[in-house]
């Protein structure tokens, strides 16, 4: 039964918290992306953190997801994009997505327990996931600047998954606390913090601003996915609430 | 002129953060009592990560002060604590500190361009002496558990500074934009902040609450303690404001 919750406010912190399952969450947008693949019936995502690196692991069918400064790099199929992930057919293919900072995050955190992917989109599947399997939780925002930086819409998700988690008996650390006390009082709730953040600017000013919006979809996605196999610098997720 | 306020919202994160300036805050206790220390006359303070590095660095007539778990270690002279420290004559002394967070977090970050310690004590001195002569600053939260977890007490400081530090056209990071946010809006501001953290919660129950308060004290102390020499594991600091 779920004891306690707590966040690590950029993935370094994440290596002083003893937890049974680790939510790895970069909502703009590896995480997102992750959540809205799976809901389409991807298979297996291999996450790695560089371009060069997803163009090795590729083997024959994969497709190759992500983004170097928000874009695709060249001789990629697809960006980072949730808006453009939910328009493709996915179904039973598996993929590799390499990102600047969501997936560096769960390569640092993988091994450590169970790891999971959250975002707002498969906020309800997680949570309830979760809640009902593991005792202490840390949460882990991947940030940006190669997940080294602290970054306000991941600190949102994070609040929003940490409220509807806490429930009566469940301890949090203080960053559990801020993240739960900042969607609560934020003018604006999550959706202003995360249009207040420094990369959501960047975002917009590279014109996917329709990527943000859909990142704050909640529940567009049932999927939970999980690291299932990792090594130096890769992990492999697949849908723990797939049949 | 002052362009830009950063908040490491642990050490880890200021490693990432370019800056001329960097300002370490251990709000209970450690840079309280600095400044404090430093208010009363202090001419140098060593600051260590442990006892024992302490007591094999400490020179004849140096006064030991320091902590672990919250209490003196056997053999030193004082505490960490600034009630304690408000009621010594340490005026021309030396002194050596050793903490479990506040002077780990300092030698993390020392030799990183200059480096102040800050807390409510001294916040207008600093804020006076800084914004006068450096353009990029980042503020460092020391944290607990060695300088590795995340603490609200420390965020609370780093919000009043950059409050005090922000003005029109210094731009703010994703983690000063929280901490700023965090105290113009959590109810009951700086100090709930503070007396809602868990550390504030373990102090209390060590019996150490009159250093809580003396921590939420704001400017009792004019002092600006800047690192002068450091090496692997040690820091020494002056007042950078006294005559």
Redesign the interface.
């Known amino acids: 039964m779920l004891s306690r919750v707590d966040?690590?406010?950029?993935p370094?912190?994440a290596?002083?918290?003893e937890a049974d399952a680790y939510v790895v969450i970069d909502l703009l947008r590896a995480t997102t992306t992750t959540a809205v693949l799976f809901a389409g019936g991807l298979r297996r995502l291999t996450v790695v953190r560089t371009p060069g690196e997803a163009l090795a692991l590729r083997r024959p069918g994969q497709l190759l997801f992500g983004e170097v400064g928000g874009l695709a790099p060249p001789g990629f199929d697809h960006g980072n994009s949730p808006v453009e992930a939910a328009g493709l057919d996915v179904a039973g293919r598996e993929a590799v997505l390499a990102t600047t900072n969501g997936t560096a995050a769960i390569c640092e955190v993988a091994g450590r327990g169970t790891v999971y992917t959250g975002s707002l989109a498969n906020l309800t599947a997680l949570q309830e996931h979760v809640a009902a399997r593991h005792g202490p939780v840390a949460i882990v925002c991947a940030g940006t600047?190669?997940a080294?930086?602290?970054?306000?819409e991941d600190?949102a998700a994070a609040g929003a998954l940490v409220r509807v988690l806490a429930a009566n008996g469940v301890a949090l650390?203080?960053?559990a606390?801020?993240a739960a006390?900042?969607v609560e009082?934020?003018?604006g709730g999550v959706e202003a913090m995360v249009r207040?953040?420094?990369?959501a600017q960047t975002l917009g000013r590279l014109g996917l601003g329709e990527d943000i919006s859909a990142s704050l979809r909640r529940d567009s996605s049932t999927a939970v996915p999980v690291v299932v196999e990792w090594g130096e610098g890769w992990a492999v997720l697949e849908d723990a609430a797939a049949g």
């Open positions: 966040v690590a406010l950029v370094a912190e290596g002083a918290i600047e190669g080294t930086r602290f970054t306000l600190l650390g203080d960053g606390a801020l006390a900042c009082q934020w003018p207040s953040a420094g990369h």
